[in-house]
């Protein structure tokens, strides 16, 4: 069994306030959660106006499963979203 967990570090540029920010952050969770079969949750930056910071979790049977999925994802936040900047991301194997 692998458990892949990939922290993505974002910034919302454009985003004036809280409840702004927790929108657009709201919309990446759920399009992440809608198009693979992952857990997200927004884990630190939280009362922050501009940055945010998300935890995608999996589980597999296969390591380069779970690659590819930290990777899809990371290309979804990157290109779909225009309003973000993906700032970093690591991805860890346990």
């Known amino acids: 069994m692998v458990v892949g967990l990939l922290t993505i570090e ?22 992440i959660r809608q198009g693979y079969n992952v857990s997200v949750a927004e884990v630190d930056h939280l009362d922050s106006w501009q ?14 499963v779970v690659q590819r999925l930290m990777q ?4 979804l936040v990157e290109k779909q979203r ?4 993906l700032l970093d991301y690591q991805t860890e194997l346990l």
């Open 10 to 31: 974002l910034q919302v540029p454009a985003s004036g306030s809280l409840k702004a920010k927790r929108q657009v952050v709201r919309s990446v969770v759920q399009r």
């Open 51 to 64: 940055l945010a910071t998300l935890a995608v979790a999996c589980v597999s049977n296969d390591v380069a």
């Open 72 to 75: 899809n994802v990371v290309d």
């Open 82 to 85: 225009l309003d973000l900047v």
